[in-house]
């Protein structure tokens, strides 16, 4: 089982900058695939930010120039850098590990919203 811990919503005003993160357990981090996903209200689930475990990572065409995402081994935590940001950023933001013997985990979310 791993476990994943979100941290770091709120309230943000466009154009503003906020940043989440995501702690996973040590035994299993180091190894795994992470990446963020986001939900708003009455959409799918999608992609935001991806990180491999050695760190390549890759963004949605949305978020590219404004996100970072970046992963620290040493602490077991993954964060999402986000700046400028808009009104359709609001969401509910999920933290995803991918183990490769594992497989896939969710974190329970924690909202971003984002006012005009």
């Known amino acids: 089982q791993v476990q994943l811990v979100e941290s770091g919503g709120g309230l943000v005003q466009a154009g503003g900058s906020h940043r989440l993160s995501c702690a996973a357990d040590g035994s299993t981090f180091r190894i795994s695939a992470m990446g963020w996903y986001r939900q708003a209200p009455g959409k799918q689930r999608e992609m935001v930010a991806r990180?491999?475990?050695?760190?390549?990572?890759d963004y949605a065409d949305s978020v590219n120039d404004r996100f970072t995402i970046s992963r620290d081994n040493a602490k077991n935590t993954m964060y999402l850098q986000m700046n400028n940001l808009k009104p359709e950023d609001t969401a509910l933001y999920y933290c995803?590990?991918?183990?490769?013997?594992?497989?896939?985990?969710w974190g329970q979310g924690t909202q971003v919203t984002v006012s005009s």
């Open positions: 990180v491999t475990s050695r760190g390549s990572p």
């Open positions: 995803r590990a991918d183990h490769p013997l594992m497989g896939t985990y």
